[in-house]
Nanobody, 124 residues
Framework: QVQLAESGGGSVQSGGSLRLSCAVS????????LAWFRQAPGEERVRVGH????????YPDDSVKDRFTISRDNTKSTVYLQMHSLKPEDSAMYYC?????????????????WGQGTRVTVSS
C-alpha cells in the first residue's frame, strides 16, 4: 500500500521558516520522483518543485526560488521541503506527490500518488 505522509506544517510569521517532511512507503520501484505542490484557497494546485532519484531538483514556481529547497533522505524514505523567508502568499495546503522516474534525473510531470497535505499559514 502506497503511503505519503506529510508533516511539519503550521503557523508562522512572515519572514519565518518551516521544514515540511513527507515519509514515503510502498511506492513501485519506478516511482522515484518526489514533488511538492501547494494549493491556496480558491486557487489551482501548483507544483512547487520536485527532486529526482539522483537528487536533481527543479523549481518551476519562480516565486519560491532561492527561498525553498527540496531534498531527500533515501535511507529514511523521506523528502523535505525547507522554506525560508516565508510570505503570507505562501499560505496554502502543501502536498507531497510521487511520479514515475526516467533514468537518473527524469521525472514525469504527472504524479500518480498523493499525500493528504499539511497546512501552512503565514501571517503578516
Amino acid at each position: 500500500q502506497v503511503q505519503l505522509a506529510e508533516s511539519g506544517g503550521g503557523s508562522v510569521q512572515s519572514g519565518g521558516s518551516l521544514r515540511l517532511s513527507c515519509a514515503v512507503s510502498g511506492l513501485p520501484d519506478d516511482y522515484k520522483c518526489l514533488a511538492w505542490f501547494r494549493q491556496a484557497p480558491g486557487e489551482e494546485r501548483v507544483r512547487v518543485g520536485h527532486i529526482s532519484r539522483d537528487g536533481f531538483t527543479i523549481y518551476p514556481d519562480d516565486s519560491v526560488k532561492d527561498r525553498f529547497t527540496i531534498s531527500r533522505d533515501n535511507t529514511k524514505s523521506t523528502v523535505y521541503l525547507q522554506m525560508h523567508s516565508l510570505k503570507p502568499e505562501d499560505s496554502a495546503m502543501y502536498y507531497c506527490a510521487a511520479a514515475k522516474s526516467y533514468g537518473g534525473s527524469g521525472c514525469s510531470t504527472v504524479p500518480d500518488y498523493w499525500g493528504q497535505g499539511t497546512r501552512v499559514t503565514v501571517s503578516s
